[in-house]
């Protein structure tokens, strides 16, 4: 379960991790939130939202969990990149962080280890 450290908010109840090649590539586009409901992305510092027929939110943490940048309803076709402190990129489906208030400097709780 992924929590917003600040305000113990619920960001996700079952992440899914993707840690292989194939799974990255794929990201939400095979099958979109579907017995999950965040897609983590170790490792990654960039996504792109080609093919995906409507929008996401996106988290870029780095390897502690702290919020680097936020993206609320990341539309598609784009190409969106986190700053160079970024280790990895949490995808939502769109409006998840609405209401939540997720800002840069708050952290994540809950991640594996983020190398």
Not at 26 to 52: E, K, M, N, Q
Not at 66 to 93: K, M, N, S
């Amino acid at each position: 379960m992924l929590r917003l450290a600040r305000t113990d908010a619920v960001i996700a109840r079952a992440p899914r991790v993707a840690g292989t090649l194939p799974s990255r590539a794929a990201g939400v586009l095979r099958s979109p939130f579907r017995g999950y409901d965040a897609l983590l992305i170790p490792r990654c510092r960039s996504v792109h939202t080609w093919f995906l027929r409507g929008a996401l939110d996106l988290l870029f943490v780095d390897e502690q969990g702290g919020v680097r940048r936020v993206v609320e309803r990341a539309g598609p076709w784009r190409f969106f990149f986190g700053p160079r402190e970024a280790r990895a990129v949490i995808e939502l489906p769109a409006g998840t962080l609405c209401g939540i208030g997720v800002v840069n400097g708050d952290r994540v709780d809950g991640l594996p280890p983020v190398e």
